[in-house]
Structures are given as structure tokens and as C-alpha cells.
């Protein structure tokens, strides 16, 4: 084998792989997304002569046969064009336009806490500590507990009738405002380990002379984590902040496991109400016209990520 | 002597601090761990914080009923087959493609570029594909069927490999594979003689990590299964139907359905800060 063509057998399998199984079906989706499922039944009914156990056909008194009659119903799936009328349909529906508020102020306030909070432990936890392996292990153990799992959990926990949170005396899942604030807490809790083990790593790496050599010149603590650490945390928040940002406008299995969504649609989002719109009431054209709206803002904030990261794979 | 016991004191400060802040975020786990071993008509009437022996009188009863119900036991055996399978999957077709992109110079696209195009299907919003998915697995009849949860768990992860090992090979140095080359070995002899097994350690762990992602899988998994190739979260939203009520059935569920994950990161800790940036952070 040439070096010409271990360049292309190598690669080539992993390439037509996501051809075949992710730009396929987003063209297919897009394809769907100008193109309107309508669902029609047509009733036919039928008048059948009614047969007796032998098979003959029953009478009435005046001597006619007995009839039934049949109804049959064929449901007819026409697909047709609309163009951009899915998208316009979009920018009218109030659903959506709840939906997407929630996802915003869900991935906005989530994504600001777990940056600040995971800033806060990771410059505390930054020294040596004695049990400094299992505070590592207690940390990561939300980041990998099964979502939909952690939404149940926290079903539990948020109960209001004798949940370990119930002497609080917050309507944590039946006030609309509450319930989204739960549904942040939740994934508070299992990604601001995320943003704290990665600023740990990062603060290793930060040169310590550096800050020694600042606080002999007595300068402030403040004064140390603005000038020195921060910008040498820079690109690492920007690398978490748009991460977690991409991910959280994703949302979806812990709504669907700790609220179903509600109360009313107040924690329903973006995906949810696309799952929801193609996948329970099958209207397949429109859901994919919202899911190529998330799209689309996905891709905005890959292109400002990858635009900072790109180096780094170089 | 005044400045070292400030010192002291900020130390035990710090490590009640540090005992809190690992409470907080261990008291969920504990909770499900805790509402598993009660008895039903214990759920709410526990004082405190509900701790075995102590506050109640543990039971097993409700890990046996869970675990010997055979909807619980073929959620477990779907979820390991899809899970593993996708796994070799996606470092069968990720390795190569790996290992192409960090000892090969392609001019066309340029390195950089692809390993930006791989990564970048990883933040594609997932709800996008899954209704031409799904009209796609309904048309070939492969609905509810382990093939078609494999296939789509393969590709999710398939970045991850491609990414995450483009970066391990690139770690290891260059001149036993080109001593090898120059020897006369081919180019695959030589991926898979010497660059493979000297990365052995991170492909097992990115294999861990991966084997996670599938695990945890929901969306494609509760729109393609319905009956058969049900896996664990799906198994789990079916406690739905029993919300409100059994709490302890539930937690035992919950806790099914993470151990394997949560032990399997425990295992890969090493790699996790670098796993979860995509290579973009080494932990």
C-alpha cells in the first residue's frame, strides 16, 4: 500500500460514516422542513349482508336481508410543498416563542452559575488538600450520572410532600418560575464539576513563582486573580463557557424526567416541543423547520467557538 | 506565631468548607442510595436525613423486586450490548481515521480542518436528526431494533475518537514507526503493530468514556425502542407511569442506571478534563 492510498483508506471509512449517518439525515431534514405532513382519514362505509353461523344470510321479516355495516378508515399522509412556510410558522407560534425564552434563560443563567461557581471552588480547592482524591471523585460522578436518571433523582428530592427539600416550603416543581429554577439547579449540579475540574487543571498549570513574586509585593488577592490569574484563564472559561452554552441550548432529558415540561409548558424546551411536535403529534415538517432553527444557532456558536479553539488543534 | 495560627485556623476553615461543598454535591446520590433501602412505608416519614440503621430499618427487598423483573434485566442486557457494540464500532472506523490525521499531511483539507469537522458534529443539536432517522429506520424496518440504537450511539461518539486519539497518537514519538517503515513494514502493519498498543492506555479510556455517552443515550433511544431493545434511561422514564407514588422503585432504577457510568468515569478519571473539552484542555 502506497502512502497515497493509506491516506485515503485510513480516513475514508470514518468520513463516509458521518456522511451516511449525520449529513444524510440533516439533508433529509431539511428536505422535510419545506414540506407540510398532512394526515387525512377517509371513511368509507360499507353495507355487507349479515351472515348466520352456516353462512346464510339472515333476514328480516319482510324477507330482505339483514345488512351491517363496515366502516373502514385509511389514513392518507400527503406531504406537501410549502416552502418556508414551517419557518414563517415559527416566528408566530407562541409555543415556540416560549420555548425558546425558556431555553435561552435556562442555558444563560445555568451556564453563568457553573462558570462562576466552578471558578469559586476551583480557586479554593487549588492547594494541597488531604482527601484531595475523593473530593476529585465526588466531583465527577454528576458529570457522568445518566441525565435522565438525575431528572427522576431530583423528582425525588424536589418533591413537595415530604422530600428531603420540602421544609422549605418552596413549591420547587408546581410554581412555573420555580420549576425552571429547578430544572437549572439540576444541571448545576451535574456540570459545575465540569467547569471546576477543568479550571483546577488549568490553575496547575499557572506558573506559581508568578503569583508568589506578586504577593511579596504585597498585592491583593483581588489583585492577583485579576491580573494574573484570569487572563491566564481566559481561553480556558472561553473553551467551558461555549461548550456548556452549546450543550445547554440542547437541553431535553432532565425536563422531560423531573417536569415533563410543565407545570404548563414552563420548563418545556427547545427540543422538547420539536421531540414533541414530530415525534407525538407526527408533525414531522414543522418540528424539523424548529430542530433547523436550534440548528442553525448551534452553528453560530460552533463558528465563535471554533474560531477561538482552531489553534489548537493545529 | 500569630500569622501561623491564622494560618491554622483558615486551614480548618478550608476543610469544613471542603467537607460541605462534597456533601452538597454527594447528597443527591446518597438520597437515591438511601430512599432505595427503605421500605415503602418508610419513603416519607424518615427524620433527618434519612440514614440506614439508624433512621430506619434497611431492606433489600426493593433491589430484588427491581432486579428480578425481566423488564429490568433486558434494559440491562440492551443497554450493555448497544453500549459495547457501538463502542468497538466507533473505534473501528474513529481509529484509522485517528491515527490518519495525526501522522499524515493531507493537502486538500487540511488536517486542521477535518479534526475541526469531526469535532464539530459533536455539538450539532441531536433533535435534528432524529426524525429523518427514524423515518429512515421505520422504512427498513429496523424499528425498536438493537442495530439501529448501535448505529446511531456509533456515530455520536465517533468524534470523540477521532478527536481524542488524533491527540494520544500524536503524543507518542514518531521514530519507531518510521524505523518501522523504513524496515519495510506497511503502513498498517505499523498502526497496528506499534502506534496501537504503545496507545493502548488512552484508547481503553476513551473506550470507557465513549461506552458512558451510549449509555446514558435518551432521545434516539425512547423515539427508535419501544419494546425489545428498550434500554436503561428508556427502562427508567417508564417509572413515569408510577411517579408520586413509588419513590424507592424509583431510586432503585436511578441507581441501576448510573453505577455503570459513574464507575466507568471513576475508572477513566485521568482522561475526563481532557475527554469533555474534545482535546481542547489536557487535564
Known amino acids: ?314 | 506565631m500569630v500569622v501561623r495560627r491564622y494560618a491554622r485556623l483558615y486551614d480548618q476553615v478550608f476543610s469544613v468548607v471542603a467537607i460541605f461543598v462534597a456533601l452538597v454535591f454527594f447528597f443527591p446520590i446518597y438520597w437515591a442510595a438511601s430512599t432505595s433501602l427503605r421500605n415503602p412505608i418508610d419513603t416519607f416519614t424518615v427524620s433527618g436525613v434519612g440514614v440506614p440503621f439508624l433512621d430506619f430499618d434497611p431492606t433489600l427487598n426493593n433491589w430484588i423486586d427491581q432486579l428480578s423483573t425481566p423488564e429490568t434485566q433486558n434494559a440491562l442486557i440492551n443497554s450493555t450490548i448497544i453500549s459495547t457494540l457501538a463502542t468497538l464500532l466507533a473505534l473501528l472506523v474513529g481509529l484509522p481515521a485517528a491515527y490518519a490525521l495525526a501522522r499524515f499531511r493531507y493537502t486538500t483539507i487540511k488536517n486542521k480542518d477535518l479534526t475541526v469537522w469531526f469535532l464539530s458534529q459533536r455539538v450539532l443539536p441531536p433533535v435534528a436528526t432524529v426524525m429523518p432517522f427514524f423515518l429512515v429506520m421505520r422504512s427498513l424496518g429496523l424499528l425498536d431494533t438493537h442495530l439501529a440504537l448501535i448505529l446511531i450511539n456509533a456515530t455520536f461518539i465517533l468524534p470523540f475518537v477521532v478527536v481524542i486519539l488524533r491527540q494520544s497518537f500524536l503524543d507518542l514519538p514518531y521514530e519507531l514507526e518510521e524505523a518501522a517503515l523504513v524496515d519495510g513494514a506497511s503502513f498498517f502493519q505499523t498502526f497496528l503493530r506499534i502506534a496501537l498498543p504503545l496507545s493502548l492506555p488512552s484508547v481503553v479510556t476513551t473506550g470507557l468514556i465513549i461506552f458512558a455517552f451510549a449509555w446514558n443515550e435518551f432521545l434516539f433511544a425512547i423515539t427508535i425502542s419501544s419494546q425489545k431493545a428498550i434500554t436503561i434511561p428508556v427502562h427508567m422514564a417508564g417509572a413515569v407511569d408510577t411517579r408520586g407514588v413509588q419513590f424507592w422503585f424509583m431510586a432503585v432504577r436511578a441507581l441501576i442506571a448510573m453505577i455503570p457510568p459513574v464507575v466507568i468515569a471513576l475508572l477513566a478519571q485521568r482522561y475526563i478534563v481532557r475527554g469533555l473539552t474534545l482535546g481542547a484542555v489536557k487535564g
Open chain 1, 1 to 314: 500500500m502506497t502512502r497515497k492510498q493509506a491516506k485515503f483508506f485510513f480516513l475514508a471509512p470514518a468520513i463516509i460514516w458521518v456522511f451516511v449517518f449525520t449529513i444524510f439525515p440533516l439533508g433529509y431534514s431539511a428536505v422535510l422542513s419545506v414540506f407540510s405532513l398532512e394526515n387525512s382519514v377517509d371513511v368509507t362505509r360499507t353495507k355487507v349482508p349479515l351472515l348466520d353461523d352456516a353462512g346464510e344470510p339472515v333476514l328480516t321479516r319482510s324477507g330482505k336481508p339483514r345488512t351491517r355495516t363496515v366502516i373502514e378508515r385509511t389514513v392518507n399522509s400527503d406531504w406537501t410543498f410549502v416552502g418556508g412556510k414551517n419557518f414563517v410558522r415559527i416566528t408566530k407560534d407562541m409555543q415556540a416563542a416560549e420555548a425558546a425564552k425558556v431555553t435561552v434563560i435556562f442555558a444563560v443563567v445555568a451556564v453563568t452559575i457553573q462558570i462562576v461557581l466552578g471558578m469559586a471552588l476551583a480557586l479554593l480547592f487549588n492547594r494541597k488538600l488531604p482527601a484531595r482524591g475523593v473530593m476529585r471523585s465526588v466531583m465527577i460522578m454528576p458529570i457522568f450520572a445518566t441525565p435522565i436518571a438525575v431528572g427522576y433523582l431530583f423528582f425525588t428530592i424536589f418533591f413537595e410532600n415530604g422530600g428531603p427539600l420540602s421544609f422549605t416550603g418552596i413549591p420547587w416543581l408546581s410554581n412555573p418560575s420555580w420549576a425552571l429554577f429547578s430544572v437549572i439547579l439540576v444541571d448545576v449540579w451535574q456540570w459545575t464539576p465540569f467547569a471546576f475540574l477543568v479550571f483546577l487543571a488549568a490553575l496547575q498549570g499557572i506558573d506559581s513563582e508568578q503569583i508568589e513574586a506578586a504577593r511579596l509585593d504585597t498585592e491583593s488577592s483581588w489583585k492577583i486573580f485579576t491580573n494574573i490569574v484570569l487572563p491566564a484563564l481566559q481561553p480556558v472559561i472561553v473553551i467551558v463557557l461555549l461548550l456548556r452554552f452549546a450543550e445547554a441550548i440542547k437541553v431535553f432529558d432532565i425536563p422531560f424526567a423531573l417536569t415533563g415540561g410543565g407545570p404548563g409548558v414552563a420548563t418545556q424546551s427547545y427540543t422538547f416541543l420539536a421531540f414533541r411536535t414530530g415525534l407525538r403529534f407526527f408533525d414531522v415538517g414543522y418540528a424539523s423547520a424548529m430542530s433547523y432553527t436550534l440548528l442553525i444557532a448551534a452553528m453560530i456558536i460552533v463558528t465563535v467557538f471554533f474560531s477561538r479553539i482552531r489553534k489548537s488543534y493545529s
